[in-house]
């Protein structure tokens, strides 16, 4: 078992040494396999017996020719092997027998080397020895010489504290005290000594109560103030009233520098003085904002970047003085008395909050000063973003010193609240223009001109959308950059106040107006900007945002909303305008039907001019909503019919009627029942769906029929009146038709006049169609000539 | 009981073959749902009927029928329980306006049929005295005064006149004690009404303006210039709140007054779409409103807003959970021509009537919904 596991390990050596391994390893991977001629588990029968079974002769040949190539090369490659062996293991023992005869060589020199050492080490021995005498006489004259001097200093000090504190040189009195304290306390016990001490206490109490007395000098210097309370607490002041009163000292002061910046005057005679200054800025803001630094700037950036340059070095000054002077190790109190019980050593946090409150309370008013300044009306988005730039500038270094007192965030938040405000402000500007804007626009003095003036009007109100575009955008992109904020949220403020300034006009459109005319132009307004105003927004918003990725906040403004308000302003006005054209007809007619005794009239001579009115109204009703709501064939008023078209049905049954039968009582509940047959009920409220010229007409003349109904049901009409009726309404059948979409409405408006006429006649005694022609004739060429 | 809870079905009587214009209830009856409708015929016979609504069989039975010289053109009731069968009627001759008193004979005594078997007979209208005569289109109608019944207005387009009425035995005498011009240039009475609260004080419609008079001195009180784009059609008091008034008119709208402070309406709505004919009150819940028009409709109105019961404003519950206080309640669509006179019955809070130029007169109910809104 032994020779075996011997002669494994002696393989695996050597098969490591030539490079075996894989091969080794691979074997083991199939190990078990009786198969394979390579492993250790090959069984010689079952291979043979395998290949003799399944091969054939042909291929049992190849491989047994095969096989003994293989044995061939195997046993050339065995004798190689064992040729390298022997070659390695002749060289291997010429090595050996080398390295023996060069070891003998080295061992006498070693010896030599030994001993010159020794030598070399007596010799220092001696040297060291003979000089120690003398170096203990040194130390002692030293010390001696030490000694001497303290006690000279000992001795000269109530002396020179006394020329310093006359000097004023009271850093170095107070230095002094402190050094002389310590040997002092060493040396107490001796009277001589203790002379001095009181003297030297004496002068430095005395020193104490000048310093106590000149920090409380106002006039007192900000350099010095910091010096003095460092001499006041290494004389044992109170340190927690000492620190609070120099941070309240600084703060005053600082608070000064604050208050009296914004040179009220200096501001006021600046932005009075170039009055037109802002205005040229804002047109200049954009390269100027572009190329950055040391432009002119506008005159409220101008102001926080100089109340920043005189604010932030005081400022750093003061907290770098802090950290110098009193962050340090507390110095140790020099005046053992004064210090007493009553002065508890701050700890470095309590120092470090206090300064901490300080810095935020004066950024937090510096912030504040900027800020109002910079919401000052004429401080337009480019000098509003300069100031922004300006301010968080200044306050970079003072963040970088002390992250932790959060002023960056407080700017950014002051800068944020303020750039939304500008935003505010500049849009509600642009609601106030377009408000404005739709104001102005009074009923079109020239009719020819109203096309145009709603296209100057819709012109107008996309210059300002885009002014304001434009004025906003360094709020936008540079703002947020500057600020590290996220821009789309400033972005969709922008559109959503977008969206309510445009919402604004459809409301201001919608105000009531006293006359028509101008309802009907504020209805073309909102048309026009159904037709294109509205969908030139978020083209101008992408235009201004997408170049900054922002153009998802481009998508939040909703125009297809915007669009539905707009159309419900337009259609809320246009039917204001038809109401309100009907009730200045039906005024009309109710006015005439009143004026008249029907009773006893002159027979009709003529159409009256009450439809003179009707029609000459609706014609020029129909040329200007006809440019308001272009893009519809313009029908021609005077119809070109004959006039025996339109003869009514119900007019000659009747006139029959009344004709073949004389006895009214009889003949009444007949009547009646062809009235109802023929008023039908006619529907008065608006008609649903798009507004037309036509349709908007057509409600007019409807709602005006119908007032002439009523007003016809109200009167006693003699035979004349009635006839004088029935000549109305025949011109108005022959001509109004051909300009109404519901004809049929008009018609039964018309028969019903008629019925309810002879209803309402003592004497019905219809015109013969015949006799009213050359009167409707006559008045068709009347108004033919005056409509053109 | 039921048919009136549910308010579903429709009662309608029709003036056989006659035109009409008038409908009032009867003021001096507060027990019975009754309405006097006369019509406005101008060749064949006129009648006035007395209806009576009945809620339990949701009938509407002619109670007594009138002949009338004349077609009607207007028509006031006495509002004093005593002399119910009171009547004032303006009436065209064909060549003029006149004005009588009658008397209703039997009307106080008549009870109801169970089932409606037609008209009953025409009786005869005592007529007690006479009051004017104006010319064709000129006569206005009388306005009754609710609080002092013997107080009566007869209004016509140029004169307004303040009569006391005596009732004798047989006959009245009337004694005219004041008479005015419209106050405004150009323009004439259109309507009028007394105001409850103020026994002297008359709401008149002149022109587009809608004024108060104090009828002792005829003087003006209130003038509210351009209540109206045109003709005042129809005021009413608020029965509950002093110096709120509504008015209609031509311009197809309704607004509602503060007389105190005529610069701005209270509330304007677009009522119809041709004119309203006329609005009202009801009489005790002052937040509905009646109206009718020539678009033929009537239509009942919220007018919270406005009333004496005003929404309130609720920190708890901001949003109205009903919708608006303001608003439609409900269009009545039965009517197949211009409507021309609503009334609310003087006895039931939830009963009102309306008129159709044909004869038809239809009688509803505030929607149970809308009723059970208000009282609870």
């Known amino acids: 078992m032994a020779s075996g596991g011997g002669r494994v390990r002696a393989a695996s050596l050597l098969s490591s040494y030539y490079g075996y391994q894989e091969e080794a390893k691979e074997t083991t991977t199939n190990e078990e396999d009786d198969m394979n001629i390579d492993s250790s588990a090959f069984t010689v029968d079952k291979y043979v017996g395998t290949m003799l079974q399944y091969k054939s002769l042909e291929e049992l040949v190849h491989r047994g020719n095969a096989m003994v190539s293989e044995i061939k090369s195997l046993d050339s490659d065995m004798q190689m092997l064992v040729y390298e062996n022997y070659n390695k293991f002749i060289s291997a023992t010429d090595t050996i027998r080398k390295m023996k005869h060069r070891v003998e060589d080295m061992e006498s020199q070693m010896i030599e080397l030994e001993k010159n050492m020794g030598t070399i080490s007596s010799a220092s021995e001696s040297v060291d020895s003979s000089l120690s005498a003398r170096r203990g006489q040194l130390e002692k004259l030293n010390g001696a010489k030490k000694n001497l001097t303290k006690l000279q200093f000992l001795m000269d000090l109530p ?78 002041g109170n340190e927690a009233v000492l620190l609070r009163e120099y941070l309240g000292r600084r703060r005053r002061a600082l608070h ?44 409220a950036a101008g102001d926080v970047a100089r109340l920043g340059e005189a604010f932030v070095p005081q400022l750093l000054e003061l ?126 003095t020239n009719s020819a001109s109203l096309q145009e003036q709603l296209h100057e009007a819709g012109k107008a109100i996309s210059a300002h ?30 559109v959503g106040r977008l969206y309510a300034a445009l919402l604004g006009l459809a409301k201001t459109a919608r105000e009531s107006r006293a006359t028509a005319d101008s309802v009907l132009v504020r209805a073309g307004l909102c048309l026009h900007m159904v037709a294109t105003g509205v969908a030139q927004v978020p083209a101008m918003l992408k235009a201004q945002l997408a170049p900054h990725g922002l153009g998802g906040a481009a998508l939040g403004f909703d125009s297809a909303s915007m669009t539905r308000e707009m159309q419900a302003s337009a259609d809320a006005l246009l039917e204001r305008f038809v109401e309100m054209q009907a009730q200045k007809l039906s005024l009309e007619v109710t006015q005439r039907m009143q004026a008249q005794n029907w009773l006893k009239c002159p027979p009709p001579r003529d159409v009256n001019l009450l439809v003179d009115r009707i029609v ?173 | 009981m039921f048919a009136a809870a549910g308010g579903a079905s429709v009662s309608s009587y029709q003036l056989p073959n006659k035109q009409a214009r008038v409908l009032v209830a009867l003021e001096g009856d507060t027990d019975r749902t009754r309405f006097v409708v006369g019509s406005t015929e101008l060749k064949g016979d006129n009648e006035v009927h007395v209806l009576q609504f009945n809620e339990d069989t949701n009938e509407v039975v002619c109670l007594k029928a009138f002949a009338h010289p004349n077609e009607v053109w207007s028509c006031a009731t006495c509002p004093a329980p005593e002399h119910a069968e009171l009547m004032c009627t303006t009436y065209s001759t064909g060549s003029e306006l006149k004005t009588s008193l009658w008397r209703m004979t039997g009307v106080a005594a008549a009870a109801a049929a169970e089932t409606s078997t037609g008209p009953p007979p025409l009786s005869q209208l005592d007529e007690l005295a006479q009051l004017g005569a104006a010319p064709l289109g000129e006569h206005l109608g009388v306005i009754w005064n609710a609080v002092l019944p013997e107080q009566i207005v007869e209004l016509c387009r140029n004169r307004l006149s303040l009569v006391t009425l005596a009732h004798g035995a047989v006959s009245s005498s ?156 409900k269009a009545f669509e039965d009517h197949d021509t211009s409507v021309f006179a609503v009334a609310w019955s003087a006895a039931d809070a939830w009963i009102f009537a309306s008129l159709s130029l044909d004869g038809k007169t239809v009688i509803n109910h505030v929607p149970p919904a809308e009723k059970y809104k208000i009282l609870l």
């Open chain 1, 159 to 236: 002396a020179r504290l006394q020329r310093c504190v006359r000097d004023e040189q009271f850093e170095t009195a107070v230095d002094d005290f402190r050094k002389a304290r310590r040997i002092l306390r060493a040396v107490g016990n001796v009277s001589s000594f203790r002379g001095i001490e009181d003297e030297a206490t004496l002068i430095i109490k005395r020193l104490a109560q000048v310093l106590s007395v000149r920090i409380q000098q106002p006039a007192l210097q900000l350099a010095e103030l910091g010096l003095t309370t460092r001499l006041l607490l290494q004389l044992g």
């Open chain 1, 256 to 299: 000064d520098v604050l208050t009296t910046f914004p040179p009220a005057g200096v501001a006021e005679t600046g932005s009075g003085g170039e009055d037109n200054a802002p205005v040229d800025n804002a047109s200049t803001a954009a390269p100027a904002a572009a190329e950055e630094e040391e432009g002119e700037l506008s005159a």
């Open chain 1, 319 to 444: 907290l770098a003085e802090w950290q110098e002077r009193f962050v340090g190790e507390t110095p140790e109190p020099v005046l053992p008395d004064a210090a007493g019980a009553a002065a508890p050593s701050l700890t470095i946090e309590a120092k470090e909050s206090m300064i901490l409150d300080a810095l935020q309370e004066l950024t937090g008013s510096y912030i504040e000063v900027c800020r109002r300044r910079l919401q000052e009306d004429n401080v337009d988005p480019s000098s509003l973003l300069q100031g922004v730039r300006k301010l968080v500038g200044a306050l970079d270094e003072v963040h970088a010193l002390v992250p932790q007192a959060k002023i960056m965030q407080r700017a950014t938040r002051a800068a944020e609240t303020l750039a939304k405000r500008a935003m505010d402000s500049l849009l509600q500007q642009l609601q106030d223009k377009l408000s404005a804007q739709v104001k102005d626009m009074q009923g079109a």
């Open chain 1, 465 to 494: 959308v885009l002014d304001a575009l434009t004025a906003t955008a360094p709020l936008l992109v540079p703002m947020c950059k500057l600020l590290n904020l996220r821009a789309d949220g400033m972005a969709k403020h922008l």
């Open chain 1, 616 to 788: 000459r109204e609706l014609r020029g009703m129909q040329g200007l909503v006809a440019q308001v709501l272009p893009g519809e064939p313009i029908r021609s008023m005077m119809t070109q019919g004959p006039f025996s078209s339109a003869r009514s049905s119900v007019q000659l049954n009747l006139v029959q009627r009344r004709e073949s039968s004389q006895q009214p009582a009889s003949s009444s509940a007949i009547q009646k029942d062809l009235q109802r047959m023929f008023a039908r009920k006619i529907s008065l409220s608006a008609a649903a769906g798009k507004p037309s010229v036509t349709s908007m007409l057509t409600h007019v003349a409807k709602l005006t029929l119908k007032t002439l109904v009523e007003e016809v049901r109200l009167g006693t009409f003699g035979r004349e009146g009635f006839q004088q009726i029935q000549l109305d309404c025949a011109f108005l059948r022959w001509v109004l038709p051909s300009n109404v979409d519901d004809e049929g409405a008009v018609l039964a408006l018309l028969d019903e006049a008629i019925i309810s006429c002879q209803e309402r006649c003592i004497d019905p005694a219809a015109f013969e169609h015949a006799d009213m022609e050359p009167f409707c004739e006559a008045k068709r060429k009347q108004l033919a000539s005056m409509l053109g």
């Open chain 2, 174 to 329: 009337t004694a005219e004690s004041a008479a005015t011009a419209p106050p405004i240039e150009g323009k004439s009475f259109s309507c009028a009404r007394w105001d409850p609260h103020h026994a002297h004080s008359l709401g008149v419609g002149c022109g587009g303006a809608l004024l108060s008079i104090d009828t002792r001195s005829m003087k003006l009180a209130h003038t509210v210039a351009e209540a109206h784009s045109q003709r005042v059609r129809a005021v009413d008091y608020n029965p509950n709140k002093p110096y709120v008034v509504l008015s209609c008119g031509d311009d197809y709208a309704i607004r509602y007054w503060d007389l105190r402070k005529p610069s701005d309406a209270l509330l304007s709505v677009k009522a119809h779409s041709h004119w309203t004919t006329s609005a009202c009150y009801n009489r005790f819940h002052d937040q509905l409103v009646l109206s009718s028009g020539t678009d033929y409709l009537v239509k009942l109105w919220r007018a919270e807003s406005v009333s004496s019961a005003p929404p309130a404003v609720d920190a708890e519950e901001p949003e109205n959970p009903d919708g608006e206080a303001d608003g439609l309640v």
